[in-house]
């Protein structure tokens, strides 16, 4: 009953549990097609030995990803955006090229540069024109303030780096910092400011919600952010239903994008749960006071909390089949222009 797959050294512990409650609630309704807007690859080899990063995840190649795909994905074809994995100690230009080498060849996978302050506009420009990547993969660990929580976005994201995106007509993939993530006041005012005036070429991805764990942030974005030209969001990592019911009513679900946030970050048991404002990633298996004694039901791994919570979202906002495609991968495969019919 509660046998265990463990695949490729512990990155996820599949169990009856999943494998069933997939069978019960998501194989019937997540689309045959998937294109993951939100993934990333680990290369151990390019952190810094000194780093809290180095080891702290098995590396993840693209067999990895495919192999993941199978199982928790199950009858289902994948395609990916693989985005630049953000941790301390990284060789950033050393991990652009492993990604490079490892999608090698395959039409249907798009990338995203990790992209920190110190990178030149000479290796990004580089890296886009002739190396292929589509976009910039940014995030507040690079910080030049130096705080790495309540940070703006152009302290990891220059202003040179981002004249430069917008004379590329590039995408980025932004994870907003400040514990109001996309609700804060200052970081509107920055989105505002750069789609409409300063940088109107930008094409920017969202990551979880336009970083909306809870109902809060999206819910006072919102109105503001689905006025805002070159905005598009993706799903990942978001456990909460509340902030897909609100994204679903208001938001365009042309401008909306599937991603896991794999490998390590979906594949825990246990969710990204609110508590009012507050959210933590809890994992079930590291709760010492949880006990089974009144049930026999079982954790499941935080993909399928993230994946029910859209199904019944999307049942919520009466989504049509169509829709949901179109968040799944037809909207992946329009605006990257993927050979995917
Ligand atoms: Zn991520």
Redesign the pocket.
Known sequence: MNSTILLMNNLIKYRNADKEFWYDELEDWVPKKIYDC???MINNDLIDDSSIHKNRFPNTPLDALKNWYKLVLPNREVNSLI?G??MFGTDVNAHNKYILKEIKDNNLIRAHRLTTPLDSLTDIERDIKEHGFQGLKVYRYFSSSGDINECNIEDYLTHEQMELANDLGIWITL?MAKQDGCGDKENLKNLEEFTTKKYPKIKWIL??VARSFTYRPIEKAIDTLKNLPNIWYDL??VTDVRPFITLFKNEDHKRIFYGT?GIE?ASFHGAYTAYGHFHYQIETDKVESLNFSHTSNRPIISLYEQLISIKQASIICEMNNTQIEDIFWRNAVREFNIPWG
């Open positions: 939100h993934v990333h985005l994995k953000p994870h990551a979880h990942s990592a946030d970050s």
